[in-house]
C-alpha cells in the first residue's frame, strides 16, 4: 500500500474505466496483499514454504493462485482476488497462471505488461523483495541486497518499470 500512495496518478491513468474516486481507493490492494497467498494453505506444509525462488518448485506450489483466486472469488471484491490470481504474472510474459482455460481461450498464456492489474503488478515486485530478504530457505538479507536483484538485467524485466522505480 505504501508503494501505491507513491504511484496515485500512475494508478489513476491505469485504472482510467472506473471513477477517480474508486480509482484511488487502495482497499482491494490492501486485501489482496494480506490474502494474496491464500491459496497455499491448500497444499502441504513442504509446498507451503516454498516461493519463486526455491529450487524444484512442485506443481503444487505453481497453482496456489488459481486456488487462492477459487477460495476468495465472490467472498471479496473482484479486484482483490485478481491480486491473489495474478501475482506471478510477469510483466514480460514469463508469469503464470496459463490464462488459456479460465478465459475459454480468449487468452493463451500468462498476463503481460499492462494487462495485468496494476494492484497485481504491485504485490508481485512487493512479494519478490519479501522473498529475497526473508527466504523461508537461508538467512535473512538486507533490502538493499532485494532492491540490487531486483534491478538486475535478469530481473528487471519482470517487473513494470514505472512500479520497480518505486
Known sequence: VNIAMHLE???LRERNTTSVRIAKDLTSLGVGAMLH???KLAVDSDTRTQHEFSKGLQREYLDHVTIGYHMLRERINPVASTVALHHH???DGTGWPDMTAMTYGRHTGGLNGHKI???ARIVAAANTFDNLTDPPDG???PGIYALYR???PEMACRF???VLDA
Open 9 to 11: 496518478s500512475y494508478i
Open 37 to 39: 497467498d491464500i491459496g
Open 89 to 91: 504474472q510477469r510483466w
Open 117 to 119: 492489474h496494476i494492484f
Open 139 to 141: 538467512p535473512k538479507r
Open 150 to 152: 531486483l534491478q538486475s
Open 160 to 162: 513494470d518499470p514505472v
